[in-house]
């Protein structure tokens, strides 16, 4: 069932669990985590990066794709499709496309201007009934191409994005996209305290979900996260189990080149990733919620 993030992350912030978004590169990726989702019994938020969006041919393949293989796998969870890390126009090409659910990223825009443009965009997915996501703070390292320096964001600043009235808010607390360095500090549970302080029961989205260690996960889902976002740690998992089939040299027994055996270890690889992460997340079970 393909719905708006913005029930599923009230019902998550009010259950003090999160909601997984993964993103998605190809057919096998969503297939994937949309079985899993179903198999788990909980609520999905497909990402989609605007680059991830180009490969797949444009934004209206990944939404009729998304819509069909729902339909045609009996899907019965909630399901949001999610653009992640949006710039102005790709909010739009997107709204135009049918996802539900939008993220505009005006973090690296001065403030006043990322106000304005949240602010329009509010309006547009209020009326269609989509979900709006924010940034502010940018989040460190590079995703597609979008770089940030991870700040943590202001709690001030993450007010007047919340009064806006956007349905989750994206707030850089030293988490990072990609893999952490050695000497990584931590979440700053100090700046979430201090946002949640200022923006009450608004859900908050924790970018750079891999390699963030279990125990701080659980602890900003307490504080208020009700969104962690993965899509690095599915990468390796896919990447790790395609190297060993073909060093296994499995790709060369029979018809073992059939690309549907050539890619079936790394799409099941995504799927124990994703159930750990429903299971960490504490959305196993909460699709009927
Ligand atoms: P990771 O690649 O670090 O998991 O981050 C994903 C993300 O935040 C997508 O917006």
Redesign the pocket.
Known sequence: MLVSAKEMLQKARAGHYAVG?F?INNLEWTKSILLTAQECQSPVIL?V?EGAGKYMTGFKTVAAMVKAMIEELNITVPVALHL??GTYEGCYKCIKAGFSSIMFDGSSLPIEENLAKTKELVAVCEHLGLSLEAEVGS?G?E?DGVIGAGECADPNECKQVADLGVSMLAAGIG?????YPDNWAGLSFETLAAIKEQVGDMPLVL?????IPADQVKKAVSMGVAKV?????C?WAFQEATRKYIEAGKDLQGKGFDPRKLLAPGAEAIKATVKEKMELFGSVGKAND
Do not use: R
Not at 175 to 179: Q, S
């Open positions: 978004q993103n990402g990066s992640d890390h989040i390292g995703e988490n990072i996209h990609g893999k970018h750079g979900g891999t390699g976002n993965v899509n690095t740690e990468q």
